[in-house]
């Protein structure tokens, strides 16, 4: 299956600093990017849906200025937490998908956000 | 609104056993169900995945089926072993426009030797 790597796997932060999270599709490129955030022991919620050169869709009660969203190119997307406080410490996950007919996303191994 | 709704929240099988996990959807234009296994700390992985038009997909020990009528979906994971033990979301999606996933709140499967 396609290959879709996320850095940094884990990152701890100071309440009120930013934290920038990578999101690559290595082997293929990816007309369309997920943003999920998943709480421990709960199913993944989507956040936004980005397309490479547009501005992403957030889904309802994600705050667009909270979480800054950039899909710079076909196989990469960056997912900003401005401003982090503790409430944003989380595990954030991306997924990609090609274009063309295909449904099928492939997830990241996730990004393991701690605020302190 | 919870479009997806799966069952059972946790499943405890003995190896070689038969777990089912099933789901149910309510929007009537979903039209791809895929199924993912998801490790502690680790993202998901694509399991398989079914359509509307078929009633059963089977890939190695994995086996969906579907009913349309019903609005259901289920997992069967054959001859269940240890490694097998993760949490399962069911998810379903539309093949148009976004194509966003919904996600089930997932079955944590635990397999005893």
């Known amino acids: 299956g396609a290959v879709v790597s996320q850095h940094p796997s884990r990152v701890i932060c100071k309440s009120g600093t930013s934290v920038k999270i990578e999101c690559r599709s290595l082997?293929?490129?990816?007309?369309?990017m997920f943003w999920y955030r998943q709480f421990p022991k709960q199913s993944l919620m989507l956040m936004a849906t980005?397309?490479?050169?547009?501005?992403?869709?957030?889904e309802q009660g994600v705050e667009k200025d909270k979480f800054l969203i950039n899909h710079a190119s076909l196989t990469l997307s960056t997912l900003t937490v401005t401003s982090a406080h503790p409430e944003d410490s989380s595990f954030y996950i991306c997924?990609?998908?090609?274009?063309?007919?295909?449904?099928?996303?492939?997830f990241g191994p996730g990004t393991r956000l701690t605020v302190l | 609104q919870q479009q997806v709704k799966q069952s059972p929240q946790s499943l405890i099988v003995q190896k070689g056993g038969i777990p089912i996990i099933n789901c149910a959807y309510e929007?009537?234009?979903?039209?791809?169900f895929p199924w993912y296994q998801q490790f502690p700390g680790k993202g998901p992985a694509l399991l398989i995945a079914?359509?509307?038009?078929?009633s059963e997909k089977k890939e190695g020990r994995f086996t969906i089926s579907f009913n349309k009528s019903a609005k259901q979906f289920s997992l069967h994971i054959m001859d269940s072993q240890p490694g097998d033990s993760a949490t399962y979301f069911c998810?379903?999606?539309?093949?148009?426009?976004?194509?966003?996933?919904?996600f089930g709140s997932g079955t944590r499967l635990q397999v005893q030797p």
């Open positions: 997924s990609a998908r090609a274009g063309g007919l295909t449904d099928t996303q492939y």
């Open positions: 082997d293929f490129q990816a007309t369309t």
């Open positions: 980005s397309n490479e050169g547009s501005k992403a869709t957030y």
């Open positions: 929007n009537t234009a979903f039209d791809y």
């Open positions: 079914i359509r509307p038009d078929v």
């Open positions: 998810a379903a999606s539309k093949s148009t426009g976004r194509r966003a996933l919904t």
